[in-house]
């Protein structure tokens, strides 16, 4: 069974970049037909999907964040990335990566566990 | 985008006795629709998609209804570890832009 965790700093300044990586166990990131995605919960939007990728290169990003979002893979190290440019308070959330796994196309069956990102000074 | 609305946003009931928690597309989205629960400090958890078909593993007091823009997911015999809050997820885009409900908490009575 794939299992996600989530990696990256706890607080970032305004204005600057916010990177994560999901480290991907359990299974290749390049096999089966799967997308990754990256959602983040904030108390003031809820869930709010931020885009998703596939192995062949292949994203999708939500129109709100797209200015600010870069997605990537390293299939080399089971990895996918997360860059949200020019952060402000309002992307303080709990960032989880996600994956849709066999027989749940759009939906997200497999979660890592989340992690917390402060944007303060 | 589709905008997804979760009503109650508090329901409370007893143990044992049944709850209907219902979610609202600002369009249609056939039947592309999926439920998850979160409880306090996890990640969510897939419960049904297709708007009635459930996950793995999920017990069948969990059953989802409806299709375009009304639906509905009751869970009877509610146990102790159902107290929890439940999203809504619509799927409906192409390019995909997935939207969730703002959630309905289920506490206990």
Do not use: H
Request: aromatic letters at 10%.
């Amino acid at each position: 069974q794939v299992q996600l965790q989530e990696s990256g700093p706890g607080l970032v300044k305004p204005s600057q970049p916010l990177s994560l990586t999901c480290t991907v166990s359990g299974g290749s990131i390049n096999s089966g037909s799967f997308y990754w995605s990256w959602i983040r919960q904030s108390a003031g939007k809820g869930l709010e999907w931020i885009g998703r990728i596939y192995t062949s290169g292949s994203i999708n990003y939500n129109p709100s964040l797209k200015s600010r979002v870069t997605m990537s893979v390293d299939m080399s190290k089971n990895q996918f990335s997360l860059n949200l440019i020019s952060v402000t308070a309002a992307d303080t959330a709990v960032y989880y990566c996600a994956t849709e796994g066999d027989g749940y196309p759009d939906t997200f069956n497999i979660w890592g566990q989340g992690t917390m990102v402060t944007v303060s000074s | 985008e589709i905008v997804m609305t979760q009503s109650p946003a508090t329901l409370s009931v007893s143990p044992g006795e049944s709850a209907t928690l219902s979610c609202r597309a600002s369009q249609s989205v056939n039947s592309n629709l999926a439920w998850y629960q979160q409880q306090p400090g996890q990640a969510p958890r897939l419960l049904i998609y297709g708007a009635s078909t459930r996950a793995t593993g999920i017990p069948a007091r969990f059953s989802g209804s409806g299709s375009g823009t009304e639906f509905i997911l009751t869970i009877s015999s509610l146990q102790s570890e159902d107290f929890a809050v439940y999203y809504c997820q619509q799927y409906n885009n192409w390019p995909p832009m997935y939207t969730f409900g703002q959630g309905t908490k289920l506490e206990i009575k």
